[in-house]
């Protein structure tokens, strides 16, 4: 196989492993010439090993109902009987080397003679050579040939080789020549036993209209063909006339037998048919096949199997294209590996370049995947723009049309604010006090003025400042009599909140008295803070006020401080006063220190927001209510006392009459303008 | 009934049990338990509002940590909070504290926040007079007339119009609303109010509202 020279006793090739001898008997270099004529014992088994005959029921049933005549049969058996069925390919392979220079005989029948004695589809095959190259190339791509055909024993032959073996035995008998019986002599007997009707023209030994066959091809190197030839014109009697393309064939069949060629010479059609599978392509002895005789494509009638092409062409083009053919079919895959080390076991022993040797990274890479491209026309690439289009304005937001800078509205609530302030600045300005002193103080005013009556200068009062700095301008004015009628009276004032900047909103109320009167801190009155924990500071500081507040804020104790001297617990003072602006804290005073204190007196001093929500308790839990300018001004006008509740009163009533007046006219104005607007809405909506 | 938390559960309505017979039994162990709970009490709301300062603190750092809109006020507040403690601080070691006259806190009260908040309420008076006015053209309904109606008797009735004294809505309109109407109100509200909060409390001691969680 690899060429290298090895010794003659040598049976495998040192280098490559490949076997030299072949197995069998009956190779080329026992092959006899035909000057030395081999013994009769040894023929029949070299012709055994190389001719095999296939049994008839090994034949394939397509064959033997397609045709169903003996020419066919014989015709296969023949192919099978040349010896060059060892390999079905090789064959074709030497006919095609042949073919080119072997000129047709000018006896040659046409075509068309032939093709009655061939299947259909190798009819069709030879009316179109291109076709019948692909075709031809295919089926020796799909076919795995045969190595070897089992051959048959004498006693395993059918009964007409029997009859023609007894009849040869006659006629050696008759010639006293021990020559061998040969298959092409077994089937010359044959033919030339049947009535020549049932004999093709072309298997007619002899004659003008003969075609050229393998049979005939077998060589001037083959004794048992001269034999067979000899015999053929002495019983036809005629002479043994050879055609004139006969000895290129015979010199072919010379060359091939002469040859050392082993049974593995089957190799080199694999190896040809492995170079077809890679390249694709149609072997070089596959191009010449439609051109050759009809006979010499008798071989591929063995199978029939051009479905694939067929199946192959049907396919539709979107599945063409995802076919892997690279992956498949890429020369890539297969490579040709002629250094690769000889196959160790298996029917490929001792060939090589076979199987690859390693795995190519083709197999091992990824297959790639098929494009999912999706395939658009042009119609409806414009109408994904269009769409694409449309959902870019809808995202984009509309662009709001900027306001005016000075808008009705704007202007209207400038007016109001403008209003007020001219209103309330013009009694301020004026001095007038806007007669808010009532005629008569209310109940609940009078009920606090007569709790702050009852105190003396031994009594003290718990003052809780428990209001939002914003509505310190309302309570102090609210609680300015009150606050002054206290101090007035010489009671120790103690003050807490249970807000944190009720320290400071105290300071800041009491100071406001404070200047006038000199009231000092720690002397007249005293200021605990903050109590923390909002209602449960407050029943804290009901069960036990020197353990919820213990010391002031600058961190005296507060038990010591000598304003609390005889003061430990509320059940001490005499009056709780809470100023509160929230009716919910008004009310945890109530719920939490007066029901635990009932004997201490509780009045309230709250927002005119917070009295309708306060003044339900007046009934009972408080004691006295003052709420808002108004009802400090009542006080004042009960204690007889000028304060800021006065001052502040024409301001108050020139605001609210301000306020009332806007709010009456404006919104009167407001609604008729909305309903002409409206009136002119429908109108307009009734005119489109 | 199934507790996720029972340890809180029983602490819970344990206290309320123990507080809540104190009210009505004269007991020193009763009162002395429920005085220690209350201190409890008080503390965790000081430490609360600690824990609220913080927040907020950490809120408005963060917005001028990242520079997040609004984060030049909230670094004033910040920087407004850590001037207001200082000062505190100060007063406090300078035995200041409580002393009006003589107190820097007293001080930033009197000038800065006590303006600022009074004047804050002051524009309510404008932005609440401004919606009365334009609250026909929002709603146009009969309850909203009922509204401004009444909101224009209380605030007529509620002080003399520069000494003009309406003799019908000052002296029979407007106390007849603020002291039957509105009182019926605020009594019903009030009675709500008692009647919902009795109900949480014996919610809350059986069990069945846990708003400390579990």
Request: proline share 9%; net charge negative; with cysteine.
């Amino acid at each position: 196989m690899c060429g290298r020279p090895n010794s003659d006793t040598a049976e495998a090739c040192q280098f490559c492993g490949a076997r030299l001898k072949p197995l069998v008997a009956g190779s080329g270099s026992e092959t006899p010439s035909q000057d030395n004529t081999p013994e009769a014992p040894a023929e029949p088994a070299a012709e055994e090993s190389a001719i095999e005959f296939i049994p008839d029921e090994d034949f394939p049933d397509w064959l033997e109902e397609e045709e169903g005549d003996e020419d066919a049969f014989f015709d296969v058996r023949r192919a099978t009987q040349t010896g060059s069925l060892r390999d079905p390919l090789a064959w074709l392979d030497d006919m095609n080397a042949n073919a080119a220079p072997a000129s047709p005989p000018a006896e040659e029948p046409p075509p068309g003679e032939d093709v009655q004695h061939v299947t259909g589809w190798l009819a069709s095959l030879i009316g179109d050579d291109d076709e019948s190259g692909e075709q031809g190339a295919e089926i020796g791509e799909q076919e795995e040939p045969p190595s070897t055909v089992p051959g048959l024993s004498p006693e395993e032959l059918p009964a007409w080789l029997s009859e023609v073996g007894e009849q040869k035995a006659e006629i050696g008998e008759q010639e006293e020549a021990a020559e061998p019986i040969s298959p092409e002599g077994l089937i010359a007997a044959d033919t030339n036993g049947l009535p020549d009707m049932e004999i093709p023209e072309w298997l007619r030994p002899s004659g003008e209209d003969a075609t050229p066959t393998a049979l005939e091809t077998g060589g001037d190197g083959a004794d048992w063909l001269d034999t067979l030839r000899l015999d053929t014109a002495e019983e036809d009697g005629s002479p043994a006339s050879t055609p004139e393309w006969a000895p290129a064939e015979e010199e072919a069949v010379r060359e091939e037998a002469d040859g050392s060629v082993s049974p593995f010479t089957l190799d080199e059609s694999l190896e040809v048919e492995l170079g077809a599978l890679e390249s694709d392509e149609v072997p070089d002895w596959l191009t010449g096949v439609g051109e050759t005789s009809p006979a010499t494509f008798e071989e591929p009638v063995e199978e029939e199997e051009p479905e694939e092409e067929i199946e192959r062409a049907n396919l539709p083009a979107w599945l063409q294209e995802m076919k892997p053919v690279e992956a498949v079919s890429s020369p890539q895959l297969l490579p040709e590996d002629e250094d690769a080390p000889p196959v160790s076991a298996g029917p490929l022993t001792g060939l090589r370049g076979v199987l690859p040797s390693a795995i190519p990274e083709a197999l091992l890479a990824k297959p790639s995947t098929p494009s999912a491209k999706l395939r658009i026309s042009e119609e409806q690439e414009a109408h994904i723009g269009l769409l694409r289009t449309i959902l870019e304005r809808e995202e984009q937001p509309e662009s709001a049309a900027a306001p005016p800078p000075v808008t009705s509205q704007r202007l209207l609530r400038w007016l109001v604010a403008l209003a007020l302030f001219a209103a309330v600045a013009w009694p301020l300005l004026t001095g007038s006090d806007g007669n808010i002193l009532p005629q008569v103080p209310p109940p609940e005013v009078q009920g606090a003025f007569t709790q702050v009556e009852t105190l003396s200068s031994r009594s003290a009062v718990l003052v809780a400042f428990d209001y939002q700095p914003a509505f310190a301008g309302e309570l102090e004015t609210t609680a300015d009599a009150l606050l002054a009628h206290i101090m007035l009276s010489g009671a120790k004032l103690v003050a807490v909140s249970t807000q944190p900047e009720g320290i400071l909103l105290a300071e800041h109320a009491i100071q406001a008295h404070a200047r006038d009167r000199d009231y000092r801190a720690g002397q007249h009155y005293l200021n605990l803070g903050y109590i923390p924990g909002g209602v449960t500071g407050l029943s804290a500081l009901a069960d036990h006020m020197l353990l919820t507040i213990p010391q002031t804020p600058a961190g005296y104790p507060v038990g010591e401080e000598p304003l609390m001297e005889g003061i430990a617990t509320l059940q001490d003072f005499s009056l709780v006063v809470v100023l509160t602006d929230d009716p919910d804290v008004a009310r945890a005073w109530i719920e939490q220190v007066q029901a635990r204190v009932p004997g201490v007196p509780v009045i309230m001093a709250v927002s005119a927001q917070a009295a309708p929500l306060v003044y339900p308790y007046y009934s009972g839990q408080i004691s006295g209510l003052v709420s808002g300018l108004t009802g400090g001004a009542a006080y004042e006008r009960q204690t007889g006392l000028k304060g800021r509740a006065q001052d502040y009163g024409g301001a108050f009533g020139a605001g609210t009459l301000a306020s009332v007046l806007l709010i009456l006219f404006g919104a009167l104005a407001q609604y008729a303008w909305s309903a002409i607007r409206g009136e002119n809405t429908r109108r307009k909506g009734g005119s489109k | 009934m199934k507790f996720k938390a029972p340890i809180a559960t029983v602490f819970a309505i344990a206290t309320g049990f123990i507080v809540l017979p104190g009210y009505f039994i004269e007991s020193p162990a009763l009162l002395a338990v429920r005085t220690a709970l209350l201190q409890w009490g008080i503390l965790l709301a000081a430490t609360a509002m600690l824990v609220g300062i913080g927040s907020l603190l950490g809120a408005h750092w963060e917005k001028v940590r990242t520079g997040a809109k609004g984060s030049p006020y909230s670094a004033l507040l910040i920087l407004a909070f850590f001037g207001t403690f200082l000062l505190g601080i100060y007063d406090y070691i300078q035995g200041t504290w409580g002393a009006a006259e003589k107190s820097w806190l007293q001080w930033i009260f009197n000038y800065v926040q006590y303006p600022v908040q009074t004047s804050l309420m002051a524009l309510l008076a404008v932005a609440l007079a401004y919606a009365a006015i334009r609250m026909l053209r929002a709603r146009p309904d009969l309850p909203a007339v009922i509204f401004l109606g009444t909101a224009l008797v209380v605030l007529a009735g509620s002080a003399p119009l520069m000494g003009i004294r309406i003799p019908v809505l000052s002296d029979t309109l407007y106390p007849w609303i603020t002291r039957f109407l509105a009182l019926a109100g605020a009594r019903g509200i009030l009675l709500g109010i008692a009647l919902g909060t009795l109900a949480t409390g014996l919610r809350v001691l059986a069990g069945i509202d846990r708003p400390y969680g579990g």
